[in-house]
């Protein structure tokens, strides 16, 4: 893919300005243009990923238009797709464990806690709940169904060592 492919451009430009933003407290000069990439970043690829916060080491947003990443706890191999909310509610953020993946237009707010290797489906709405690992929870009618996830025929943005 071209290396202006919003999903390269959204984690580069992120990535950019948190290393502004880290070296900042050496020099105290360089969070204005950490501000300023955040804001490019955000226009450009409509992904709001603030340079405060921490993303794990690898992380795939693809095709991120419209979503919210928020200062939750996020596992390594976090990845999403487009129109994705993490969220804050009553002052408590998400936490992730590895490998989850989140379908378009999902949103997890609150004291919830996804556990690893799960894949939230599309449009599926976590509010202060906890996901066992292994799993793939949709919402059909407003309710949760969690399901042990299937691995044979599965989904993974990333190559397993």
Known sequence: GHFLHTTRSTVFLYWLSRS???ADSKCGKTVGLAEKLFLLNRQINSVDL???I???KHFLISHGLGSVLSRAHYG??????QGVTVG???QKYPSFGERVILLPNSVVVGNSFIGSNTIVGAGTV???KCIPENSVVIQRGGKLIIRERDFENDLDYFIRS
Do not use: A
């Open 20 to 22: 502004l933003f880290l």
């Open 50 to 52: 603030h340079y405060g």
């Open 54 to 56: 921490q993303m794990p």
């Open 76 to 81: 390594d191999y976090f990845s999403i797709l």
């Open 88 to 90: 804050v509610q009553d």
């Open 126 to 128: 976590i509010v202060n």
